[in-house]
């Protein structure tokens, strides 16, 4: 352990000057279009010329992989028990997409022997090099291999829609994150709003309970409407923003992605993100 901590240290210094960032985006409750945003958003950056990768850490199904209408030819398990090399475990996508399918392996991460360990710090290097954004669709709720990849992360997308059992699952993940001083960026998205007005008023209550019952709030990154777009594109297999580049719901996801290039980080994504995660995953 104390090697893989060093090499590990190693490693980040090697790469100080790197850029990158670290989102994850996660939900209190499933089914409430986190991996819709994920691939979209992730879509959108790469448009405007940055090197995203899209990690698909969800341990249900590998939806990411379904919404972009690919089927990866490496998994993280091949990567980290097959010998397959880092280019191969970074799938292409549409749109100038690249991601990683989690598959079985986000299941091995919490036993990897010291192999499997070292082949996942190897993709440090790489991802460092070669990433501007690692966006984490991690899986929903306070499970831990969720908690690990959110923690983990500098910034966290927390996605929730304006039904009551949403807002609850979406405080119950964040109630777990303070109480574990665990202390991301975190910032709404209220999917599936009537308009900005729900959408607002959704994240203002959502924002109150926390203020009151924690002492800390997360705060607004923006809304995505209720939109039949969404369904048909994941129907057709054909990420929304291709398939609909015009829709009001792809202006919202131009404003999040604004909102997000325009906020300073440290930089350091990828490097603190692979630190807490080792340190999450192996001590
Ligand atoms: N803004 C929207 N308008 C209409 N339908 C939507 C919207 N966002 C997502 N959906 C639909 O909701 C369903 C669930 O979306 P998605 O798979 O992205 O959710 P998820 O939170 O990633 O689910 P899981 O918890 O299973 O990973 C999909 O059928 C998707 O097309």
Redesign the pocket.
């Known amino acids: 352990m104390r090697d893989q901590a060093y090499k590990l240290k190693m490693l980040v210094n090697q790469k100080a000057t790197s850029r990158s960032r670290v989102l994850a985006i996660t939900?209190g409750k499933?089914?409430?279009?986190?991996?819709?945003l994920a691939v979209n958003l992730g879509i959108l950056l790469a448009q405007r010329g940055k090197r995203v990768v899209l990690f698909d850490a969800?341990l249900?199904?590998a939806?990411a992989e379904v919404l972009l209408g690919v089927t990866p030819a490496c998994t993280l398990y091949d990567y980290l028990y097959r010998g397959k090399r880092v280019e191969e475990l970074i799938n292409t996508g549409p749109g100038g997409l690249k991601f990683i399918s989690g598959g079985s392996g986000i299941e091995e991460l919490a036993q990897l022997d010291a192999r499997g360990r070292a082949r996942l710090l190897a993709l440090l290097p790489y991802l460092q090099e070669q990433t501007d954004f690692l966006l984490v669709d991690t899986g929903?709720g306070i499970a831990e291999g969720v908690l690990s990849f959110v923690a983990a992360a500098e910034e966290v997308l927390l996605?929730l829609t304006p039904e009551p059992t949403s807002l609850t699952d979406a405080y119950a993940l964040l109630k777990v994150l303070h109480r574990r001083e665990i202390h991301p960026r975190v910032f709404l998205v209220v999917?599936?709003a009537g308009g900005a007005k729900e959408a607002e008023q959704t994240s203002l209550r959502l924002r109150a309970v926390c203020r009151h019952f924690l002492g800390w709030e997360p705060g607004y990154l923006g809304f995505?409407?209720?939109?039949?777009g969404?369904?048909q594109a994941?129907k057709e297999q054909r990420p929304l923003v291709l398939r609909f580049p015009f829709s009001p719901?792809v202006r919202q996801l131009e404003k999040i992605a604004d909102e997000l290039e325009g906020r300073k980080t440290s930089g350091k994504g990828v490097e603190q993100f692979f630190h807490r995660l080792a340190q999450l995953l192996f001590s």
């Not at 995505?224 to 039949?228: G, H, I, T």
């Open positions: 939900s499933g089914g409430v279009g986190k991996t819709s969800d249900g199904l939806n929903a996605v999917n599936r995505l409407p209720e939109d039949r969404m369904v994941a719901i």
